[in-house]
């Protein structure tokens, strides 16, 4: 296993969670290394993504000023003022990402891990 997240769980509206990810193995050569997240029914949408060994962060419009991507021992997201429409399967994710994060989106990310589920009430 080479994606394993933790830290999902509920939270209250307004409410904060940080989620965190081992990235080992093969995924831990990759370029990039991001949080995605899916609704039931919906197609995995990124969150935010950032180049390992730190640098250019990206973040969707939905969570800029509220989400914090980081990336040390483990990839953590630090979620903020957490919302309902927060409330989604989260997973960590590496691969690569192109210049300024550009066309991001699943289809360049071939490591998974299996998801924590968000729950904002």
């Known amino acids: 296993v080479q994606l394993v997240e933790s830290g999902g769980g509920s939270v209250q509206a307004g409410g904060s969670l940080t989620l965190s990810c081992v990235v080992s193995?093969?995924?831990?050569?990759?370029?990039?290394v991001a949080w995605f997240r899916q609704y039931p029914a919906k197609e995995r949408e990124g969150v935010a993504a950032?180049?390992?060994?730190?640098g250019s962060r990206y973040y969707s419009d939905s969570v800029k000023g509220r989400f914090a991507i980081s990336q040390g021992t483990t990839l953590d997201l630090q979620m903020n003022s957490l919302q309902p429409d927060d409330t989604a399967v989260y997973y960590c994710?590496?691969?690569?990402?192109?210049?300024?994060?550009?066309?991001?989106?699943?289809?360049?990310?071939?490591?998974w891990g299996r998801g924590t589920q968000v729950t904002v009430s």
């Open positions: 994710a590496a691969g690569m990402c192109y210049g300024d994060f550009d066309g991001f989106g699943p289809n360049d990310f071939n490591y």
């Open positions: 950032i180049y390992m060994g730190g």
């Open positions: 193995g093969d995924a831990a050569i990759s370029s990039c």
